[in-house]
């Protein structure tokens, strides 16, 4: 029997990457009022400021991969720990618009180097039996900590101080600590031990975290995995298969989707949406936003629950139903701030807690999930990468595009700011609409699919549909 308090202290300390990720993810949303208030900032340097962040997580996320093989598991995260420390205090001290991109350009490297080492060394680390469990941690604590970012924001955030929002980033400091001291006393990965030739000391690791009838057989899994990968195809071999096709489509579109239907522009806008609702104070639209990091973590936690139990396809079709309908009603309750501001603004709220609901019970675990099942086995590795590249890309565009688009739409309207909000929220209906359709024909329902039919089926010529 493995030692499970060992098992779950590994586990809680290295998932505090996921937690890291989702508040420095999340810490913007707050500090953005305060920060255009205090610094004179222009809505396009918001755009700016927040996108260079993801600019650096596709960075870290392309590196990662590479320094983890050379370096191993635990040291890269150490350097995610380290350089969250240090993009806080940075993000938390700048003087100005240059110093804050470039703060938020090397904090965004943590989060790309931690969106790809730290489910890895869960997924390395974990007993075979809780795997699926432990792994699944990552993906609940970055819902944890946009919600960690939202309150410490809403108990920090004060109308009458508008630098409040330094100390807003300085609290990231905290989680990093707790990180970078806690890796530690953690172990190296087995799997990466084994990969260099270290079979006592990766022996040594299982011992302590796996049961001891299946350490010899975990071990032959693992030297297969490895010999596995070094055979592994590089991109440019991938997108020469013609039969690899529909598996990168599927990787890029599902990511496309995830991403188009507006998710990052309520995380990191929320507040600023809400003020443009019709919530004046600060104050109150933070609290406006961690209801909405509430609601996240809530139905993150059922969608753990539904993917396997509904099959992907008729959670696709309901989520992406859902946020159609509440994207409508929001653009709605945008319009009517001209006629009944109360009733516009209360309805934004409601409509936005409804998407939330809808986004994180399907295409937030969805996105994530596709690309780790239509890739065989030899390509997995590349594919995923596309795919978490993709998804950095298109959320990038989409926060960069933001407030550009909603002064197109305002001028488009007379002017209308609230007609221009309303007229992007549509634009997002209309995406997810067009969602809708693309799943209909291309997305393949993979629930209690082998990995190996899967791989089968695309070099048989089949579709995703006939799957």
Request: hydrophobic residues 50%; contains cysteine; charged residues 15%.
């Amino acid at each position: 029997m493995y030692n499970k308090k060992f098992v779950w202290f590994m586990a809680s300390i290295a998932a505090t990457g996921g937690l890291l990720f989702g508040f420095d993810t999340g810490v913007i949303s707050g500090a953005i009022p305060y920060m255009q208030s205090d610094l004179n900032i222009s809505d396009s340097d918001i755009e700016d400021i927040t996108t260079f962040a993801l600019i650096g997580a596709m960075i870290g996320a392309l590196v990662s991969g590479y320094l983890s093989d050379k370096f191993g598991r635990k040291r890269i995260i150490l350097v995610a720990a380290i350089i969250f420390l240090l993009g806080a205090i940075g993000c938390g001290s700048a003087s100005g618009v240059i110093g804050l991109m470039a703060a938020r350009i090397f904090l965004g490297v943590g989060i790309g180097v931690a969106s790809f080492s730290t489910p890895l060394y869960l997924a390395e680390i974990s007993p075979a039996s809780i795997r699926g469990t432990l792994v699944s941690m990552f993906q609940l604590l970055i819902t944890v900590g946009l919600l960690g970012a939202f309150l410490s924001d809403s108990a920090i955030a004060d109308d009458t101080n508008a630098s409040c929002w330094r100390n807003m980033f300085y609290v990231g400091v905290i989680p990093a600590i707790i990180l970078l001291v806690g890796m530690f006393f953690l172990p190296e990965s087995p799997r990466w031990l084994l990969s260099k030739g270290q079979e006592k000391e990766a022996l040594q690791i299982m011992e302590k975290i796996e049961d001891h009838s299946v350490i010899e057989e975990e071990i032959s899994k693992m030297k297969s995995d490895i010999e596995q990968t070094k055979e592994e195809m590089t991109i440019a071999e991938t997108f020469k298969q013609k039969w690899m096709f529909y598996p990168l489509m599927l990787a890029v579109l599902i990511m496309f989707f995830q991403q188009a239907v507006g998710i990052n522009t309520v995380i990191y806008y929320g507040p600023s949406i809400f003020q443009k609702a019709g919530f004046e104070s600060g104050e109150a639209a933070l609290m406006a936003q961690v209801s909405v990091g509430v609601v996240n973590v809530i139905f993150t936690i059922a969608s753990l629950f539904l993917i396997d139990k509904i099959g992907r396809r008729k959670l696709f079709f309901l989520g992406m139903a859902g946020m159609v309908v509440t994207l409508l009603m929001i653009s709605y309750g945008f319009i009517s701030l001209s006629d009944d501001g109360s009733n516009g603004r209360y309805l934004v709220v409601a409509s936005m807690l409804l998407y939330i609901v809808f986004f994180a019970v399907s295409m937030g675990p969805l996105g994530w999930l596709i690309i780790t099942e239509v890739f065989p086995v030899k390509v997995r590795g590349v594919g995923s990468s596309i795919g978490s590249l993709a998804n950095w890309g298109f959320n990038s565009l989409i926060v960069w595009t933001f407030y550009k688009s909603i002064n197109k739409f305002t001028h488009l309207f007379g002017g209308d700011a609230a007609y221009g909000t309303a007229g992007v929220f549509c634009m997002f209906a209309i995406i997810a609409i067009i969602g809708i359709v693309w799943g209909y024909f291309f997305l393949p329902e993979t629930k209690g699919k082998k990995l190996e039919d899967i791989e089968s089926h695309w070099k048989k010529g089949g579709s995703p549909k006939t799957l």
